[in-house]
């Protein structure tokens, strides 16, 4: 039997001056703190389903999107995987809406992203392949419940 494999995206729009396009999710599946994303359409790009999903959220056109990594994870007790594919830019346009169905958007400093406690379930774990170069991926085993499994971050080396 073959694993299913769902693939997601999210995208980090960053000023240049400290401050990333947070969402404050409220639909129940993922609340909280994170940056906006979603689910790549059947016969849909990554990129283009970043691109889109940052314009239905948020309003922006987006341009050069930098990889940042996978975050993934894996099922343990059925045979499901789910791929989320990261990126950031700062090469936007357009003025943010206040935000849609999915919740609230609004500029936040970065730092005080990471301090706070409302946080989607797992999202501080993703915010280092964000802010820091050389992660390729993180990966998490998942019981389909609780999110306890040890996260697991791997580096990329160029030149080695």
């Given at each position: 039997m073959e694993a299913r494999v769902k693939l997601y995206n999210m995208t980090m729009v960053y000023d240049g001056h400290g401050r990333a396009l947070v969402l404050d999710r409220t639909k129940s599946d993922w609340p909280g703190l994170t940056f906006p994303g979603g689910h790549v359409e059947?016969?849909?790009?990554?990129?283009?389903?970043?691109?889109?999903?940052?314009?239905?959220?948020?309003?922006?056109?987006?341009?050069?999107?930098?990889?940042?990594?996978v975050v993934h994870w894996a099922e343990k007790n059925a045979d499901r995987r789910c791929l989320e594919f990261l990126y950031r830019t700062s090469d936007f346009s357009g003025i943010p809406s206040d935000g849609t169905r999915e919740g609230k958007i609004f500029w936040m400093e970065m730092e005080a992203l990471r301090a706070s406690d409302r946080l989607s379930p797992?999202?501080?774990?993703?915010?280092?392949?964000?802010?820091?170069?050389?992660?390729?991926?993180?990966?998490?085993?998942?019981?389909?419940?609780?999110?306890?499994?040890?996260?697991?971050?791997?580096r990329y080396r160029f030149g080695e």
């Open positions: 059947p016969g849909e790009g990554i990129v283009a389903s970043a691109v889109r999903e940052i314009r239905e959220e948020t309003g922006l056109s987006v341009r050069n999107l930098e990889p940042c990594g797992n999202f501080e774990r993703y915010l280092p392949l964000f802010r820091e170069h050389g992660f390729s991926e993180l990966f998490f085993e998942w019981d389909g419940i609780s999110w306890d499994g040890v996260p697991q971050y791997f």
